[in-house]
């Protein structure tokens, strides 16, 4: 509770955290089929409508309403980012606490590994997964958490190896605590900060690279809706029909910066060299 006060009486985390919490009810309506009209609904005779007290954001080429699909393109977009980063999340925590304490030639060989995958951009290392595995929602997940793993080993590793070196650990081997109680008790809990600054940017990462895969026909297939399905499928109609491109491209534009602009406030709230007095 103390940090939700804190975030929402930061500048930037009262910005983020209204956008961040707006898609989210957004999400949950569409999730809940609280939407104007049926997204799969096809009215043709009322194709490329322009926005209007009956469809508030117009439709598209098929007479589908543009709002109905983008509140389940957001909650598609969302599940898409929020699996991809937890799964991301844990096996980078693993990883990085594992490497941290073993040390020797088990980091040597797991740091090796991370920088090659870190040596991939990252939206050409998703592709190369999913070009091999095959487009798909939850292909789409496992690429994604494959390509942010190495940025969360690496987050974790660093301050682990600090840690491991504290008074309070070698207190706690003194005391004959187990390896378990030691990695989750004094090391994870130490980690909590970081990672949930790094949780929330890579959300914002996630977010964009789901869009790219599914702009390109590799993410989410239709006729389910993503926001990059959206952006792809109204890329012909640019000049005939505007709205079909604008909705989406402002959608995927403003998830991303109120994650960015949440993790700007989380990093100055937990961050004790950053916290503002």
Do not use: C
């Amino acid at each position: 509770m103390r940090v939700v006060k804190a975030i929402f009486s930061h500048p930037s985390g009262r910005i983020g955290g209204a956008i961040v919490l707006l898609y989210l009810v957004v999400a949950l309506l569409g999730a809940v089929g609280l939407t104007p009209h049926d997204p799969l609904m096809q009215y043709r005779i009322d194709r490329l409508q322009a926005p209007s007290s009956s469809y508030l954001m117009g439709t598209d080429l098929f007479g589908r309403d543009v709002m109905s699909r983008l509140m389940k393109g957001v909650g598609q977009s969302f599940t898409v980012a929020f699996f991809s980063v937890a799964f991301a999340t844990l096996a980078g925590t693993v990883l990085g606490l594992t490497a941290a304490w073993y040390g020797k030639r088990w980091d040597t060989v797991m740091m090796r590994l991370m920088d090659v995958l870190l040596a991939f951009p990252a939206i050409l290392l998703a592709l190369l997964i999913v070009t091999i595995v095959g487009p798909g929602t939850w292909t789409s997940v496992a690429a994604i958490s494959i390509v942010y793993t190495p940025i969360f080993t690496r987050v974790v590793r660093g301050p682990a190896l600090s840690l491991k070196e504290r008074e309070f650990v070698d207190a706690a081997r003194t005391f004959g605590s187990s390896r378990s109680y030691i990695l989750t008790r004094h090391l994870l809990l130490n980690l909590v900060a970081p990672l949930t600054v790094q949780v929330t940017l890579a959300l914002a990462w996630a977010l964009l690279t789901e869009a790219g895969l599914s702009f390109l026909g590799l993410g989410t297939q239709p006729p389910a809706s993503s926001l990059g399905l959206m952006l792809s499928d109204a890329r012909n109609l640019m000049e005939q029909a505007p709205w079909l491109l604008a909705f989406p491209a402002v959608a995927i534009m403003l998830s991303i910066l109120g994650f960015n602009l949440l993790g700007d406030a989380l990093r100055d709230i937990l961050d004790p060299k950053t916290r503002r007095a």
